[in-house]
């Protein structure tokens, strides 16, 4: 029982044609197993958040009642981007687990939208947003280290409070383009392969069977990847601590006491000037 | 990649006596189970070493699945009748003529002799890279050998190619699709009775099957209402030989006439997509017309919009046009004679 399904080619080459399929429950068995493990963690074990903060009133008042997270475009982006991930991986992967349908030109032309909506996030994050703001920073690793030295129950100053985003989030945002540009290069490519009713032609001879075969296994495994990081990527989305980050993509702010609370407004800074319902952090990278 | 010939593979050999048993046993060794009715296809597979069952269901020894009898509302054939007995049957040459002229063309006498109606219907797509054991896409690969700017694909299909552009060969389907057969499968829940176009399952639903039938089912008969009895039929097969050989394209059709117009029509046409196509819209289209050559011309007009040509086979639209003209007109001719 291997990762990768191999088959004989024409010309009597041992080729890879696409990862075992199997793979989907482990990944959606491994998603699920973490999503116990943290909720038993967190239940249970976790001590509860500590920050240093230091905030003078002055800050303090200086802070809208409504705090702008997320801008209307990165908001529309957001969904627009969810709902077709969720469309690839409906397409992908019901057929393989027994439930038949017409399922490619969905799969592709959902493709097309993902790609399309990630190529004008990296345009909107590059020149309109804080590209950097998404990625981690110096500050970071090293509250990185402090918690988990405190989670040990280990001396360690406490943590700074988050910039805009926690570094979950930031590691998350990570492997979730490594996999999305995995399935999305990939993909691109894999549409010379269907008929895409005139976009692309046909032209299976552009990569050699091997070449071909390993693209089928990468956007394979980035896909069944995506399955455990879309299960977790949910969990959080509905776990009770997290609801106002999850609410600020849907309505755009969070509330003064959470801001406070979580992130630092030296590491944020919230732009006062903006409405509350439709304006944006200038670090909004999401 | 089929590289040893002649010799198949190793398999327990299961010959049971009933339909039942045999529904049994399939359902027993469920995907691992390979069925097998005359047999013409199932060698063809396994003496090429491409499909390599654990298991061989054989159904020659299930008397109840063969024969035709009458019923109350037209005539049921057992799936392990063979093509020769359906050719020569008088209730079925008297009142379904078509299907006894489909049969009649099947491949050559010996093979007629031998191969049954279920097996027609269920034998398995024609393309020669799917059949060498290439590793394409029904074969559960990720790509067509045939649709590439060499692919040799002058016998496939102009119409519903989804990553395989195989064809369906058989020319008794097409003649039960017309006479709006109904095909009797046993399950694992009971008995499923599906229209004949229904039976079939095109590579943008699954690209690994080609009909319905799951590990577990068996198709135990045809049955034949008697809506169509006596009505005019029309079948055409064109191939590169005259026996032997696999239809390039053939059409079947079953029209009533009221006063010289065309009542009702079924009309259906196999070996230009991976499954027999039934064509509605020219059914709708010449519905209440006469059945001549004008309308057949319109007809066949009709029934070539969308087909997409690949690089060898773009000869199949207009002869697809023309033998949907000759179903239509070609009937009302014969009655001149």
Known sequence: ?286 | MAIIRDVMPAFDLLQPGSAADAQKLLQQHGDEAWVMAGGLDSFDWLKDRIKKPKVLVDLSGIDELKGIRTTGDGVQIGAMTTLTEIANHPEIKKNYSLLSDAVSLVASPQIRNQGTLGGNVSQDVRCWYYRDGWPCYRAGGNICYADTPVGRNREHAIFGADRCVAVHPSDSAPALIALDAKFVIQTPKGERVLDAEDYFVGPEYDITRINVLEPGYLLTAIRIPSTWAGAKFYFEKVRDRNVWDFPLMNVASAMVLSGGNIDRIRIAVSAVSPKPMRLKAVEDAVHGKPADATTGAMAGKLAVQGAVPLQFNAYKIPLMRNLVKRAIGGVQEATWA
């Open chain 1, 1 to 286: 029982m291997g990762l990768i399904t191999w088959a004989v080619g024409p010309w009597g080459r041992l080729v890879p044609t696409h990862i075992a399929w199997y793979l989907i429950w482990v990944a959606a068995i491994a998603g699920l197993f973490f999503m116990i493990v943290h909720a038993i963690y967190v239940g249970i074990f976790a001590a509860p958040k500590k920050f240093a903060k230091n905030d003078s009133p002055a800050v303090v008042a200086s802070i809208p009642e409504r705090v702008p997270r997320h801008s209307l475009v990165a908001r529309a982006f957001h969904w627009v981007m969810a709902i077709s991930m969720f469309a690839l991986l409906i397409t992908a992967f019901l057929p393989k687990v027994g439930i038949k349908f017409d399922w490619v030109t969905y799969h592709w032309i959902a493709g097309i939208v993902l790609t399309v909506s990630i190529l004008f996030h990296i345009f909107h994050t590059s020149f309109f947003l804080d590209f950097w703001s998404i990625w981690p920073d110096k500050i970071d690793i090293r509250d990185m280290k402090r918690r988990l030295l405190r989670s040990m129950g280990k001396e360690a100053p406490p943590p700074d409070r988050f910039a805009k985003y926690p570094l979950e989030n930031k590691l998350y945002h990570a492997v979730i383009v490594l996999a999305g540009l995995a399935v999305i290069i990939t993909g691109v490519f894999m549409m010379k392969r269907v008929d895409t009713y005139g976009i692309f032609t046909r032209n299976p001879y552009i990569f050699g069977d091997m070449t071909w075969g390993m693209m089928y296994v990468l956007h394979g495994l980035a896909g069944v990847g995506l399955i455990a990081l879309i299960m977790v990527h949910i969990y959080f989305g509905i776990r009770p601590e997290k609801l106002p980050i999850t609410k600020s993509m849907i309505f755009g702010y969070m509330s003064r006491d959470f801001y406070l609370e979580e992130h630092d407004p030296e590491r944020w800074a919230v732009e006062k000037s903006s409405p509350p319902q439709e304006g944006y952090a200038p670090s909004d990278a999401d």
